[in-house]
């Protein structure tokens, strides 16, 4: 079956712009998770998803970040007037069960290199 | 707030075993061993989980001590395909201030 996807797979964006990422997960998967990854760097826990809800937005570095998911589905993470430090690799995850878990598998997307100049 | 260490970088030949250690001093009664691979330009692959004693499967096992503060993961046979980055996870279901990738370890493998 089809994996997690991610799009697009490359944005390119001027300092100032808003951008909107997407995460289609895999069908059936409650939960969805999105990370951030600079370059060199290990993951950056960002926000989860409990179906459309998000019970844990700590990871957010700032009010400028935001994401939603509808239907227990699709999700789109926005950056507002982004800048250059927000240039990174934006990952996506979803796994089967409902709850935020480490124990629960993950499954990644390809990922959304974001490129603020 | 559970902690990971990991060697940063390690260096192979194909054809050998390769052991990666993590040491997780503070891990809970109710916390799993999580181990993913990512290569670049990809998301991490889950590779193997563990509570206690030893796991296999197709790809790796993985030791665990009986006090369970350090985890072991063992690539038998690696190929320059193994070159990627090895993460360690430690948590449970339900904490996600436990979701820490940290930078992982890094595997050369050189023919």
């Known amino acids: 079956g089809a994996g997690v996807s991610q799009s697009p797979s490359n944005k390119v964006t001027e300092k100032g712009k808003d951008v909107e990422l997407r995460c289609d997960p895999i069908?059936?998967?409650?939960?969805l998770y999105w990370y951030r990854q600079s370059l060199g760097q290990g993951l950056e826990f960002l926000i989860y998803?409990?179906?459309?809800?998000?019970?844990?937005k700590s990871g957010l570095p700032s009010d400028r970040f935001s994401a939603e998911r509808t239907g227990g589905s699709v999700s789109t993470l926005t950056i507002q007037r982004t800048q250059q430090e927000d240039s990174a690799v934006y990952l996506c995850?979803?796994?089967?069960?409902?709850?935020?878990?480490?124990?629960?598998?993950?499954?990644f997307g390809p990922g959304t290199r974001l490129t603020v100049l | 707030l559970a902690k990971t260490t990991q060697p940063i970088s390690m260096d192979s030949y194909e054809g050998q075993e390769v052991n990666i250690t993590c040491s997780h001093n503070?891990?809970?009664?109710?916390?799993?061993i999580t181990w993913y691979q990512q290569f670049p330009s990809q998301g991490p692959r889950f590779i193997i989980q563990?509570?206690?004693t030893k796991v296999t499967n197709e790809v790796a096992s993985l030791f665990i001590p009986a006090d369970r503060k350090s985890s072991t993961l063992s690539l038998p046979r690696v190929s320059l395909s193994d070159t990627a980055v090895y993460y360690c996870?430690?948590?449970?279901?339900?904490?996600?201030?436990?979701?820490?990738f940290g930078t992982g370890t890094r595997l050369q493998v050189f023919p």
């Open positions: 995850a979803s796994s089967p069960l409902g709850a935020p878990v480490v124990a629960d598998t993950q499954y």
């Open positions: 996870l430690v948590g449970d279901r339900g904490n996600t201030d436990k979701l820490i």
């Open positions: 998803f409990q179906g459309n809800s998000a019970p844990d």
């Open positions: 069908s059936g998967h409650t939960a």
């Open positions: 503070n891990i809970a009664t109710n916390d799993y």
């Open positions: 563990g509570y206690k």
